[in-house]
């Protein structure tokens, strides 16, 4: 085969790589939700903390294209934890804390990867793979921590994420989980404080893949 025939086939295969790949997107970006969540099932109390819900910012809501969202408050005798979850078919839209938080004057100054267990007495997959960011602004502390859902298990890759979304189930879209907490009364607390969390959100948050029917196709 010579040199420039084997460029031509070269260039030909990424011709149709990008046509799939392009192609492929706009299916996902086309596909309607198959799944009405409502997070109704997410509990207003969790250990010691009472939950208060917030209003959801209709604009921020339009602007990730989320079917659903909820924002929560939860407060008890070490602080406040902030809940928030989106739900999205399209997943294009929906940002990571990595890059939101920076984008509102946060530093992020520290990132780790945990794995956290879920609940075993229901039908969701039993471990949570998430990430907790340490930030600073302005003299202020925030440690937040995020897991991406999809059917079939949890992820803190946005990559991977959309992977997952794009090859999964049509219109099922994803999830994404994030909490909010003041490092206090110490760090090791307030990181105890969003495992905790993240346990028992996590099984509510994704229960209407794997208990309830869907709503369209």
């Not at 790589?17 to 970006?29: F, K, L, N, W």
């Not at 997070?39 to 959801?56: C, H, S």
């Not at 049509?170 to 989980?177: D, H, L």
Request: charged share 20%; glycine share 8%.
């Amino acid at each position: 085969m010579s040199a420039t025939t084997r460029r031509y086939l070269i260039a030909l295969i990424i011709l149709l790589a990008t046509s799939v790949a392009v192609e492929a997107v706009r299916i996902m970006s086309d596909a309607p939700a198959a799944f009405a969540p409502d997070f109704a099932t997410l509990p207003m109390k969790i250990g010691d903390y009472q939950g208060q819900n917030r209003e959801v910012d209709e604009f921020i809501r339009s602007y990730l294209g989320a079917e659903q969202m909820l924002e929560r408050l939860y407060t008890g005798p070490d602080g406040a934890v902030s809940v928030t979850l989106i739900y999205g078919a399209n997943w294009r839209d929906v940002h990571s804390p990595v890059s939101c938080l920076p984008a509102q004057g946060w530093l992020i100054v520290a990132d780790e990867r945990i794995q956290v267990p879920a609940p075993t007495d229901l039908p969701v997959p039993d471990t949570i793979h998430a990430r907790i960011l340490r930030a600073v602004k302005s003299g202020q502390r925030q440690l937040a921590a995020f897991a991406f859902c999809h059917p079939g298990g949890t992820t803190s890759n946005w990559i991977h994420q959309g992977w997952k979304v794009l090859t999964g189930p049509r219109g099922a879209g994803g999830v994404i989980i994030i909490l909010n907490t003041e490092p206090t009364p110490d760090l090791k607390a307030a990181q105890r404080r969003l495992r905790q969390f993240l346990a028992a959100v996590y099984p509510h948050a994704v229960s209407f893949w794997y208990e309830k029917p869907q709503t369209g196709g």
